[in-house]
């Protein structure tokens, strides 16, 4: 490798990196509370985000399966309909999800509750009917799958503000502007 081409490789490794950077920081822009699994998992999967192959440069970037949902938001089946092209419409989220999601948001049950607040009185239930600790978590977890499927999400635009067509096209002059003796040396036919 020349010691051009080693120059190039260095700065896409930068750039792509800054990229992956800038996923994580509007992630935990956008999702102050979460436990940043989707930041760390976009970090994992980009650990080498450039190769050199026999015809110059491959660049990869690994996202979740899932990214773009929260980069646009979900459209609401009742209400916020027209917010996304993605759409609630037959099913709600799923409430597995959701108790994952209130694990980490740390959405306690009925007596954890109860046993930071000792000596208070609680009624379990409106009607005054004992439920289970499991029982209120999945009533809980319901009630924030409907509210989810009723108003959808909004988008959160970690990508979108990351690469966009004016973040390529300054970076594009950027490597014109570094690179164009190189490229002419390459070109020049003897």
């Not at 026999?54 to 609401?76: A, F, Q, R």
């Not at 597995?96 to 000596?119: A, D």
């Not at 690469?163 to 040396?185: G, H, M, P, W």
């Amino acid at each position: 490798m020349t010691k051009e081409q080693e120059l190039l490789f260095k700065y896409l490794l930068v750039y792509w990196q800054k990229l992956i950077d800038g996923f994580r920081l509007e992630l935990e822009r956008a999702y102050p509370l979460s436990s940043g699994l989707t930041a760390a998992t976009i970090d994992e999967g980009n650990a080498t985000p450039i190769t050199i192959t026999s015809n110059g440069y491959k660049v990869t970037i690994v996202m979740p399966s899932y990214y773009e949902y929260l980069d646009e938001g979900v459209s609401g089946a009742k209400y916020n309909t027209n917010r996304s092209r993605f759409k609630y419409t037959n099913k709600m989220p799923p409430i597995s999800v959701i108790r994952k999601f209130m694990l980490n948001r740390g959405i306690n049950s009925w007596e954890e509750i109860k046993s930071k607040n000792p000596g208070r009185t609680y009624k379990n239930t409106r009607s005054g009917k004992k439920q289970s600790a499991e029982e209120i978590r999945q009533s809980i977890a319901f009630v924030i799958a409907k509210s989810i499927y009723n108003k959808g999400t909004e988008g959160s635009n970690f990508y979108t503000n990351v690469i966009n067509d004016k973040s390529i096209l300054a970076f594009e002059e950027k490597l014109k502007a570094r690179f164009a003796n190189y490229v002419i040396d390459v070109v020049k036919v003897n």
